[in-house]
C-alpha cells in the first residue's frame, strides 16, 4: 500500500497519455465521440463505460475522483461543483417530501440555511441536535428519517463529535452517516474507518491548494447497504453495491447540473499532490497559534481542539491522524474589539476561507451568520466576541508578530 502523498501524485497510474504529458491534460471539450452507434447505445444505457458530455463526466474530473477515490480508500467518488452542491445531491438522493434528517445543530453557515430555507419548504424534516449527546441523537431518529448528518469538526465552533458512536447509533436503526469531511480531508481523518456511509468535501477548501477554484466531492465509502434507503434501493436490483452512486450518476447529479469544470479539476489535482504538505504544515502552525492566544491577556477563550484544554481534545487525537486542523477561534471583549484587531491586521487577511495557503480572519456574526437572529446565533455559539481565524502556511512566527501587533491597542 503506497503513501498519501504517493497516490496524490501517481493516482493509479492508468494508461500513459499519447504525448507522454506528465500532468493530466484538462480535456476541456463537451461531448466525446463514439467508434460505433452501437457503442453510443451501450454507453447510454450503462452497460459500457465511456465518457459522452461532460455534465455527465469527463476524462480530467474522472482522473480526480480516482485519485480522492485511492487516498480516501473509498468506493467510488463523483465530484461536483462545490461543496454545497455535494451536500444537496446527497441528501436530495437519500430524502424525499416527507421524510427527515437529523443533523447537528452546528452547522456551516449555508448548509443550514440549504435545510432550513431551501429543502424545508420541499417537505423536508430537520432535527438539529448536538451530536455529542447520544441521547439527544437517538430520541431525534424516526421511521421517516433517512440520514444523520454532521461535520467531523464544526464551523466556527470546532466541536469533535464521537464520530463512530454516532455512526452505530445510525446504523442500529437502519440510517446512513454522512459526514461534511472538509475541515478534516481524508489527510486527518479516515471516515471509512468510523462507519461513515458517505462523506461530502468542499474542495474548495484545502484540495484546491490555496483557493485556486471552487468544487465539491461525495464519497461512498461501501459501508452502507443501500437496500435500506427506499430510493436507492431501486438501484441496489439493478445495479449491487455501488446503488448510491450509479443513482447520483445516472439521475440526481446528471439532472441538477452542478458537474466540476474540467479546468477546475485540473487545479485540485494539483492541489490535491501538496496537500498533505500543506496541511501538515498548516496545523501545526494553528497549535502554535492557539497555545500562544491562549496565554494571551487580551483573550479570554480560545477554542482549538489540539489544545489539551479542548473538551474535544482527546476525541479529536483519537480519531484524526497528524494533526487537529488549522481551523481556530478565540474570543476578546466584544464586536468592536474583533472589529479593531481585524483592521489592525497587515499580514493576516480580513477575507472568507479556510485552508487558504494565507492566514484569514473574519467577524462570524456579523458576515457569515448575518441573516441569522440573535437567537439563532445564540443557539449556534456563534457570539458577538468572536473571532475565527483560518491559518495558512506562512512562517508562524510572522503570523504570530502580525497578530501581536494588532492587539497592541485592545
Ligand atoms: C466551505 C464549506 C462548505 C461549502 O463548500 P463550497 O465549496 O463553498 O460550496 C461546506 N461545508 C464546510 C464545512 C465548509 O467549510
Redesign the pocket.
Known amino acids: 500500500m503506497k503513501g498519501f502523498t504517493t497516490k496524490a501524485i501517481h493516482g493509479s497510474l492508468q494508461k500513459k497519455d499519447p504525448h507522454g504529458s506528465l500532468r493530466v491534460p484538462v480535456y476541456d471539450s463537451v461531448a466525446f465521440e463514439f467508434e460505433q452507434a452501437a457503442d453510443m447505445q451501450q454507453a447510454f444505457e450503462g452497460r459500457r463505460l465511456a465518457h459522452s458530455y461532460t455534465r455527465i463526466s469527463n476524462p480530467t474530473v474522472a482522473e480526480f475522483e480516482d485519485r480522492v477515490r485511492l487516498l480516501a480508500e473509498a468506493a467510488g467518488v463523483i465530484a461536483v461543483s462545490?461543496?454545497?452542491?455535494a451536500?444537496a445531491n446527497v441528501v436530495l438522493a437519500l430524502a424525499e417530501a416527507g421524510s427527515h434528517v437529523v443533523t447537528s445543530k452546528f452547522l456551516?453557515g449555508?448548509?443550514y440555511s440549504l435545510f432550513e430555507q431551501t429543502l424545508k419548504p420541499w417537505g423536508l424534516a430537520v432535527s438539529y441536535v448536538d451530536m455529542t449527546q447520544l441521547a439527544e441523537l437517538k430520541a431525534a431518529l424516526n421511521e421517516k428519517t433517512r440520514a444523520v448528518f454532521l461535520?467531523t469538526i464544526t464551523?466556527p465552533q470546532l466541536q469533535v463529535a464521537d464520530i463512530r458512536a454516532v455512526a452505530q447509533v445510525a446504523r442500529a436503526h437502519g440510517v446512513p452517516v454522512i459526514v461534511?469531511g472538509?475541515?478534516t480531508t481524508p489527510w486527518l481523518f479516515k471516515s471509512k474507518d468510523f462507519g461513515v456511509a458517505v462523506e461530502v468535501i468542499?474542495?474548495?477548501?484545502c484540495m484546491s491548494g490555496g483557493a485556486t477554484s471552487?468544487?465539491?466531492l461525495i464519497l461512498d465509502n461501501g459501508t452502507f447497504d443501500w437496500k435500506q434507503n427506499p430510493k436507492v434501493r431501486p438501484w441496489v436490483e439493478k445495479c449491487g453495491p455501488r446503488a448510491l452512486l450509479v443513482f447520483l450518476r445516472r439521475e440526481i447529479y446528471r439532472n441538477l447540473g452542478a458537474c466540476l469544470a474540467p479546468h477546475n479539476a485540473y487545479l485540485q489535482i494539483a492541489g490535491l499532490e501538496t496537500m498533505a504538505l500543506r496541511m501538515q504544515k498548516s496545523c501545526e502552525n494553528a497549535r502554535q497559534i492557539a497555545r500562544w492566544l491562549s496565554q494571551s491577556p487580551k483573550v479570554s477563550r480560545v477554542h482549538y481542539p489540539g489544545l489539551e484544554s479542548s473538551p474535544y481534545y482527546a476525541i479529536a487525537r483519537s480519531q484524526f491522524s497528524g494533526g487537529f486542523g488549522s481551523l481556530l477561534n478565540f474570543h476578546l471583549t466584544s464586536r468592536k474589539a474583533c472589529f479593531a484587531l481585524m483592521d489592525q491586521c497587515q499580514i493576516v487577511r480580513r477575507a472568507t476561507n479556510?485552508h487558504d495557503n494565507k492566514t484569514l480572519i473574519l467577524h462570524p456574526a456579523s458576515t457569515i451568520f448575518c441573516e441569522y437572529s440573535l437567537a439563532e446565533k445564540s443557539h449556534m455559539e456563534v457570539t458577538d466576541d468572536l473571532l475565527r481565524l483560518s491559518v495558512g502556511i506562512e512562517d508562524v512566527e510572522d503570523i504570530i508578530e502580525d497578530l501581536a501587533q494588532a492587539m497592541e491597542n485592545l
Open positions: 462545490s461543496g454545497m452542491a451536500i456551516f449555508n448548509t461535520e464551523n461534511d472538509t475541515m468542499s474542495s474548495t477548501k471552487v468544487g465539491g479556510i
